[in-house]
C-alpha cells in the first residue's frame, strides 16, 4: 500500500477498557429511596407472575380485614385499619414456606404539640414477604414488607417534625395464625417511617403495632 494511503495503526488498535473510579459513595439519601423502589418493584412483580407458578387458589389466596394499634415515644399513638390480598405464589422449601401478600391501609396518629392534639392521616400501600416454618410451628409466621405512605398534614411532636407528606414505612413482624380454619391472625410489628433521605430533616418514627385479621 502506498505511503500516502497507510492508515494510522493506532487509530485501529483496540483501546484498553477504561474503568474510571466511582466518584462520591452513594450516601444514604439516595441508597434509600433505591433500595425500597426496587424493593417495590420485585415484590409486585412477584403478585402479578405468581400465578404462573401456582394457579390454584386456596385458603391461603383469601383477603383479609385488620384493625391495629401503635404506639410510639412521646405520647404518640396510632388506629389503623385495612385490606390484604394474598398472592398466588409460594416458595415451598424443606424447613420453610415463603408466601407473600399486599395490604392497603388507612389510619391516624395522634401526638402532642405545645400541649395540644395534632391529628394526621396516614394512607399506605404495602407488599408483604412472609416466612411460615413446615413443622410444628407452622402456626407461627415471621414477615418484612417496605411501603408508600402518604400522612398528611406532615407528622409533628414538640421534638421532631417530619419534612415531606410521602414516607417509606418498613416493618418487620411475628405472628401466629388461629380458628377452626385458620382464618385469623395476631400479630406483633415494629414499623419504621422516614423519607429515606428524600429531603432535610429526616428523624423519623418507630411505633410498635398490635394487629388483629380475619379472612373474608
Same mark, same amino acid.
Request: no cysteine.
Given at each position: 500500500?502506498?505511503?500516502?494511503?497507510?492508515?494510522?495503526?493506532?487509530?485501529?488498535?483496540?483501546?484498553?477498557?477504561?474503568?474510571?473510579?466511582?466518584?462520591r459513595a452513594v450516601t444514604t439519601r439516595r441508597a434509600l429511596p433505591r433500595f425500597a423502589s426496587g424493593f417495590l418493584m420485585i415484590a409486585l412483580?412477584?403478585?402479578?407472575?405468581g400465578a404462573a407458578a401456582t394457579p390454584q387458589r386456596d385458603a391461603e389466596s383469601a383477603r383479609s380485614l385488620f384493625i391495629q394499634s401503635g404506639f410510639a415515644e412521646a405520647d404518640v399513638?396510632?388506629?389503623?385499619? /385495612?385490606?390484604?390480598?394474598?398472592?398466588?405464589?409460594?416458595? @415451598?422449601?424443606?424447613? $420453610?414456606?415463603?408466601? *407473600?401478600?399486599?395490604?392497603?391501609v388507612v389510619g391516624q396518629w395522634t401526638s402532642k404539640v405545645e400541649k395540644d392534639s395534632h391529628t394526621v392521616t396516614q394512607?399506605?400501600?404495602?407488599?408483604?414477604?412472609?416466612?411460615?416454618?413446615?413443622?410444628?410451628?407452622?402456626a407461627w409466621f415471621a414477615e418484612v414488607g417496605i411501603g408508600a405512605n402518604v400522612i398528611t398534614p406532615r407528622y409533628r411532636t414538640d421534638s421532631k417534625e417530619f419534612s415531606t407528606e410521602f414516607n417509606f414505612g418498613d416493618h418487620i413482624g411475628v405472628?401466629?395464625?388461629? /380458628?377452626?380454619?385458620?382464618?385469623?391472625?395476631?400479630?406483633? @410489628?415494629?414499623?419504621? $417511617?422516614?423519607?429515606? *433521605?428524600?429531603?432535610?430533616?429526616?428523624?423519623?418514627?418507630?411505633?410498635?403495632?398490635?394487629?388483629?385479621?380475619?379472612?373474608?
Open positions: 500500500m502506498p505511503s500516502g494511503d497507510s492508515v494510522d495503526r493506532s487509530v485501529l488498535a483496540p483501546r484498553p477498557a477504561v474503568i474510571r473510579a466511582p466518584g412483580l412477584g403478585a402479578r407472575t399513638h396510632s388506629v389503623a385499619a /385495612g385490606i390484604t390480598w394474598q398472592w398466588d405464589w409460594r416458595r @415451598r422449601y424443606r424447613l $420453610f414456606t415463603l408466601t *407473600g401478600y399486599s395490604e392497603l394512607i399506605g400501600f404495602t407488599p408483604v414477604l412472609r416466612l411460615q416454618p413446615r413443622n410444628a410451628w407452622s405472628g401466629r395464625v388461629f /380458628g377452626r380454619d385458620a382464618n385469623r391472625e395476631v400479630a406483633l @410489628r415494629l414499623q419504621h $417511617f422516614s423519607n429515606g *433521605g428524600i429531603e432535610s430533616p429526616n428523624p423519623g418514627e418507630n411505633f410498635l403495632q398490635l394487629r388483629y385479621s380475619q379472612q373474608f
